[in-house]
């Protein structure tokens, strides 16, 4: 069991499953650039995230519940949470259509992971709401989408601990991650940003210009 003090962010696990150094330049190095995409779906998640309950035919509808799991030690918060008579189900509210990765699965069958802890109860599936088409999409919570999961958050920890920023490696999706220019997958030669800024700097100061810097 983890102590509260060392749960790690549930949406970290978002970023590690789309590319481990974006993941390192988000939660190590605090690097964030905002592209059309993240922003719709903050707007997205900001309409979800408003900490309501409402109760409609027999279903109570809590938004923004924070969840929480001193097993897997991860924390974060579910867009919706809906009781009704077949128990818990979280639902998860995405931007554009759905995606052809798993990322968004592995976010929900995390939210998942911590409400089954926090309620003592099995949660077979949930639900991926995409504003295009506008409608719910099934996802079951069976073996081989917990496994990825735990997988996932096992490598959050190890990564967390070790504190590196993995490497880049140029890849297609590299075209819509929003710290394509943060990261450089093609020009920083496999450094960290960090790493690459202070090289870049000290070539500055001593006269030899910027490698891959126009
Ligand atoms: S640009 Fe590519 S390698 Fe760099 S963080 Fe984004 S997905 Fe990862």
Redesign the pocket.
């Known amino acids: 069991m983890y102590p509260e003090d060392d749960l790690l962010p549930l949406s970290a696990l978002q970023h590690l499953a789309?590319?481990?150094?974006?993941w390192g330049?988000i939660h190590l190095e605090q690097q964030w650039n905002e592209n059309r995409l993240t922003a719709e779906g903050r707007l997205l998640h900001e309409n979800a995230d408003s900490e309501t309950t409402e109760i409609r035919d027999g279903v109570r509808t809590c938004r923004g519940l924070r969840v929480r799991s001193l097993k897997y030690g991860i924390a974060g918060r579910a867009d919706v949470v809906e009781f009704g008579p077949d128990g818990p189900r979280p639902v998860e509210y995405k931007r554009g259509k759905p995606k052809k990765d798993d990322i968004d699965e592995v976010q929900l069958c995390a939210q998942a992971l911590c409400l089954e802890e926090m309620l003592g109860v099995s949660i077979p599936e949930g639900s991926l709401f995409y504003g295009e088409p506008r409608r719910r999409t099934p996802v079951i919570f069976d073996q081989t989408l917990r496994q990825r999961v735990e997988i996932l958050i096992r490598r959050l920890h190890e990564l967390t601990r070790a504190a590196l920023t993995p490497h880049?490696?140029?890849?297609p999706?590299?075209r819509s991650?929003?710290?394509?220019e943060v990261?450089?997958?093609k020009a920083t030669g496999g450094k960290s940003a960090k790493q690459y800024l202070k090289t870049a700097l000290r070539e500055v100061l001593d006269g030899g210009g910027v490698r891959g810097v126009e």
């Open positions: 789309f590319c481990e150094r974006q330049l880049p490696v140029y890849a999706k590299c991650c929003s710290l394509l990261c450089g997958p």
